[in-house]
C-alpha cells in the first residue's frame, strides 16, 4: 500500500553533511491523508532503533527532533512530491548508523521507532572522526 525509498547515504568526515530523502509513493485508491506523521529513525550496531526526527504530514508540518541532533538535523517535506528529506550538518561520528525513513497513521508528537507503520529498507551513513 506505501513503499517508501531513502536515497542519500554515504561517507563522511565529522563535521560534513549530508540529505537524505525518502521518497513516498501510494497504491492506487490509498487514501494518502490517512498517514499522519513521516520520521526518521536509526539503528547503529549493536544498538536500538532510536527516533531521530519526525514531522506531520497533515498539521502543518509539526517537527519533533531528538535531543541528540537538535540543531544539527533538519526534517522537510514536499507534500507534492511525496518526498520526506532530513538535512543532517555538523555531523559526528556517534551518527553513524543506518537510517530508515517511516510513516504511520497515528497522530502525536512522540518519537517513538514503535509507533511507526510502514518502513523503507534503509540507507547507511558512516562519520569517520
Known amino acids: 500500500q506505501v513503499q517508501l525509498m531513502e536515497s542519500g547515504g554515504g561517507a563522511v568526515q565529522a563535521g560534513g553533511s549530508l540529505r537524505l530523502s525518502c521518497a513516498t509513493t501510494f497504491s492506487n485508491g490509498f487514501n494518502v491523508d490517512l498517514i499522519q506523521c513521516a520520521a526518521w529513525v536509526r539503528q547503529a550496531p549493536g544498538k536500538e532503533r532510536e527516533g531521530v526526527a519526525q514531522?506531520?504530514?497533515?498539521?502543518?508540518?509539526?517537527?519533533e527532533y531528538d535531543d541528540s541532533v537538535k540543531g544539527r538535523f533538519t526534517i522537510s517535506q514536499d507534500n507534492v512530491k511525496n518526498i520526506v528529506s532530513l538535512q543532517m550538518n555538523s555531523l559526528k561520528s556517534e551518527d553513524t548508523a543506518m537510517y530508515y525513513c517511516a510513516n504511520t497513521y497515528r497522530g502525536g508528537r512522540v518519537l517513538d521507532p514503535n509507533r511507526y507503520d510502514y518502513w523503507g529498507q534503509g540507507t547507511q551513513v558512516t562519520v569517520s572522526s
Open positions: 514531522i506531520s504530514t497533515r498539521g502543518g508540518g509539526v517537527t
